[in-house]
Structures are given as structure tokens and as C-alpha cells.
């Protein structure tokens, strides 16, 4: 005989035996994402569903600032253009500079042997806005894949590397600062030469130079540019300046904290670097286990700060 | 006996309309995606909607829309996948097992339960985030709760809106 109940006091199953489907299909999630990476599918999947609640959160603010912008009085703008012409000459001068120095340097490499060095693709974007993740330092920037941004690639501001694409999502991208905790970049210090990798400090908006020596040769105000040998990043864009280093003979290690160089946590617009743009081709003749090595280990070091694009 | 302040409240309400549910549910998602200055100040609107339906509807909306919701806030806002979506689980759980209880209460005393609902929902999203290697980034991020709490009253009555509205009256009827 049966007594269940008539299909109208139907409720499903209980609330207990729900709670540990979905606490389980979520921690089942939180592995595949966290351990293993095979969530990207999904993720990008979703995001195409949620961009348009994206866009239309952002579109008040957009409005805003062109209405804002506008409005902007006439000898604001003028004073502006005044202020830009002057820039511009001075900037073209020095590329004029730049260029001739690229160009020399080039005829030398081409002398020693050298490879030469690939200019490198630009693409320019805005800042929409920071992350919504309190636990991560990352931006979101308005150009996605669909505009030639690939995950991986650096991000530069005027004054230095701002951090690297982390998700290029199809109009938008995640750019993950160089002060989150999880980001590190190859850096070299433009007195002496001397390697080392420096990582975010978190919440306090500075890097850190880790597992340098007590007795390494870095004094406080020493700048800090890329040193190129990961092959993400190109070498000799300004980083940081050393801001603070403490030795205690009770480590090992002395603790070096840097101030990042580009406005990391302000600024509007920022450029990102084409990281596949620069990869220098590997030789023809190459034997098939020297094609398995990365290229970073036949790049040319420089110690020049003067790439900056 | 009182169960809601004021005397409006005490009105049977009319039965609650699917469209009430689903366009307050993507209006939380639009306020979530909101972009904020400082994030960890800001409520998040979701968990609060989430709550209010769990409390009201626990038949209607429950831990399926809470864990659907959380999985889409994961990929809008770019973090780990799962962790709100876990976070929201168990908090329409808890809401859903404090639904008998929190509505006999004055608006003020259920924000109170709304805080603790919605403080244990971040503090679920921090465990996880932590233990995936995270920092901790401050006890700012228990205000974002409070702040949402808060909100509740006003919440409540703008989404209660529509069920409380009059039927139309018919002016030739005799009773």
C-alpha cells in the first residue's frame, strides 16, 4: 500500500537533500576552476549571457562623462591643446631621437649577429572600472578579443607596466594589477644590471622583490625596468623604484618593497602590448629538441630603459 | 497580535506574479554590476533579493535560483567559479530555514536577521576565497552586509509593492 502524499502537497525533494546537491555541484566547480582550469568553457559561455547587464551597468557612467565632457569649457580646451601641442614637439623630438637610436642599434645587431629585436603592436583601451572582486586587484578594460587582445599580454600606461591581460573575454578584458598577490614580473635594476622577480604586495599598493640576498647590491631609490627574459613581457619598460629595503641579519633574505612606477590603482587609459607580435621566429635549421625550449633563453638581454613605447 | 508596523502591512496580499520575481532578481544583477569605487563597500543586491524571495516565496524561489544566480555573478564579475554560487546555496538555505520565523517580526528586528544571513554568506565567499590562496583583504568587507541589511526595509516594501496594490474596484457592484 502506498501513502504518498496526493500531488498537489507536492514540494520536491527536502531542502536538506537540495542544499547538498548544490553545495556539492558548486564545490565541484571551485576545484575544476581553482585545481584544473576546465571551467574557461563555461565561463566564457556565461559571460556572452551576462554582457549585456554588463554594459547596460556601465552605460550611466559613459553618459555621464560624455555629457560631462560636453560641457567642458572652451578655454579649458584650449588651454589643454596649448598644453599637448608643446608635449607633441617635445615627444617628437625625442622619437625622432628614438628612432634614429633604433636604427643604429639595429645596424650594430645586425653586425654582432645579433637578432633584432621586432617593434611591437600597440593597441590602446580605456579603464571601465575595477574589479567587483575585493580579494583579487584587477580592471576591466573596453577591448576584448574581438579587438586583437589576448590573454597574456602586458599592459602599459605612460609611466610604466600596469600588469597583463588575465581573461580576454569577447568586448571586454580582466586585467590583473601588478600589486595582486598572485602576479609576478621579471625585473632588473637599471644600475648594475641585477635580475630579479618582483611580486604584488597585495592590499598596500607596492611590490616586493623576494629571495634577494642580505647583502644584494639595491639602495632605496634604484628603478627597477622589465628585463624581458620571461618573453611576456619586453624588456626595459619602467617598472618601479625601490622604495624601501630592510636587511636583518636574522634572514636570510632582505625584504625590498618598491613603489610601482605606472598609476597602477589610478588612470584612465591604458596600452596593451601584442605579446605574440615580439616573439622572435625560431630558426629554420633549428633540431627538433632545441625547438621545445622557450625563446627566452636566446633573447638578448639590455639593460636600456629607453624602449618604453 | 502585530506583525508588520504599520497597519498596510496587515492586508492580505495579493499573490505574487513571476515577472515581480524575475525582473527584481536581473535589477539585483544590473545594481551588482554596478561599478563601484570600492567594492567592498558595496551591498550586494542580489543576496538581499535572494533573501527577501527565499523569506517570502520559499516554494517559488529557493536554492536552484540562488546557486544559478551565484554562478553569474562568478562570470560577471571574473572571480573563482563556484564561490558565490556556493555562497548563495547556503544562504537561501538558511533563508529559507528562517522563512517561519523572520516574518513575525517588525521590519527592523528582520534586518537584524538579514544581517546575520547575509554576514554569513560573505564570510562563506571568504572562507573559499582564502583557502584558494587568496589574502584577506580587511574586515571592510563585513560593512558591504550591513550596509545591504539596512536596505532591507526599504527592499522589502518596494518589492511588496505590487502585491499590495488595489484590485480594481467595481463601482456598479451592490457589496
Known amino acids: 500500500m502506498e501513502h504518498s502524499p496526493p500531488p498537489f502537497f507536492n514540494r520536491g525533494p527536502a531542502p536538506l537533500v537540495r542544499l547538498a546537491f548544490f553545495a556539492s555541484l558548486s564545490l565541484a566547480l571551485l576545484v575544476l576552476d581553482a585545481r584544473f582550469r576546465y571551467a574557461e568553457g563555461l565561463r566564457s559561455v556565461l559571460a556572452l549571457a551576462v554582457y549585456p547587464l554588463q554594459s547596460l551597468a556601465t552605460l550611466p557612467a559613459a553618459v555621464g562623462e560624455r555629457i ?144 634577494m640576498a642580505a647583502n644584494a647590491d639595491i639602495q632605496n631609490g634604484d628603478r627597477l625596468v622589465t628585463s624581458g627574459i620571461d618573453g611576456t613581457y619586453p624588456p626595459g619598460l619602467p617598472v618601479a623604484t625601490v622604495a624601501r629595503v630592510e636587511r636583518d641579519a636574522a634572514y636570510a633574505f632582505a625584504r625590498i618593497v618598491c613603489q610601482p612606477a605606472a598609476g597602477i590603482e589610478s588612470g584612465g587609459y591604458v596600452l596593451v602590448l601584442d605579446a605574440q607580435a615580439k616573439r622572435i621566429p625560431y630558426p629554420e635549421e633549428a633540431s627538433p629538441e632545441r625547438d621545445k625550449r622557450p625563446g627566452k633563453f636566446r633573447k638578448p638581454r639590455r639593460k636600456d630603459a629607453d624602449a618604453a613605447p | 497580535m502585530q506583525l508588520h508596523d504599520s497597519p498596510a502591512a496587515r492586508r492580505i496580499l495579493l499573490p505574487v506574479r513571476a515577472s515581480t520575481i524575475l525582473g527584481s532578481l536581473a535589477l539585483a544583477l544590473l545594481a551588482n554590476f554596478l561599478p563601484w569605487n570600492n567594492v567592498a563597500l558595496a551591498p550586494d543586491f542580489v543576496a538581499l533579493v535572494l533573501v527577501f524571495w527565499c523569506v517570502r516565496e520559499p516554494r517559488l524561489v529557493g536554492l536552484g535560483a540562488g546557486w544559478l544566480l551565484g554562478v553569474l555573478i562568478d562570470v560577471g564579475n571574473g572571480v573563482l567559479m563556484g564561490q558565490h554560487a556556493l555562497a548563495y546555496s547556503l544562504l537561501a538555505f538558511a533563508a529559507i530555514t528562517l522563512s517561519r520565523r523572520v516574518l513575525w517580526f517588525p521590519l527592523w528586528s528582520q534586518a537584524l536577521h538579514v544581517a546575520a544571513l547575509l554576514l554569513f554568506a560573505q564570510g562563506v565567499s571568504a572562507l573559499v576565497r582564502l583557502a584558494a590562496g587568496a589574502e584577506f583583504p580587511g574586515w571592510s568587507i563585513a560593512v558591504g552586509p550591513l550596509i545591504g541589511a539596512a536596505l532591507w526595509p526599504v527592499v522589502s516594501v518596494a518589492l511588496l509593492m505590487r502585491q499590495r496594490m488595489p484590485v480594481d474596484v467595481d463601482e456598479t457592484r451592490a457589496i
Not at chain 1, 614637439?89 to 634614429?100: H, W
Open chain 1, 68 to 211: 560631462a565632457g560636453y560641457f567642458a569649457s572652451q578655454s579649458q580646451l584650449r588651454e589643454e591643446n596649448a598644453e599637448l601641442r608643446a608635449k607633441l614637439l617635445e615627444l617628437s623630438q625625442a622619437a625622432q631621437r628614438y628612432e634614429a637610436a633604433q636604427a643604429e642599434s639595429g645596424q650594430l645587431r645586425r653586425l654582432v649577429g645579433a637578432a633584432e629585436r621586432l617593434p611591437l603592436k600597440a593597441t590602446a583601451a580605456e579603464i571601465l572600472y575595477n574589479g567587483r572582486d575585493p580579494y583579487a586587484r584587477k580592471v576591466v578594460i573596453d577591448k576584448g578579443s574581438s579587438g586583437g587582445v589576448r590573454a597574456g599580454s602586458p599592459v602599459v600606461d605612460a609611466q610604466g607596466v600596469v600588469g597583463q591581460v588575465t581573461r580576454a573575454h569577447a568586448l571586454s578584458s580582466e586585467v590583473t594589477l601588478l600589486t595582486d598577490k598572485e602576479q609576478a614580473i621579471p625585473v632588473q635594476v637599471v644600475r648594475n644590471g641585477l635580475r630579479a622577480v618582483a611580486f604584488g604586495a597585495g592590499a598596500s599598493g607596492m611590490l616586493e622583490l623576494r629571495f
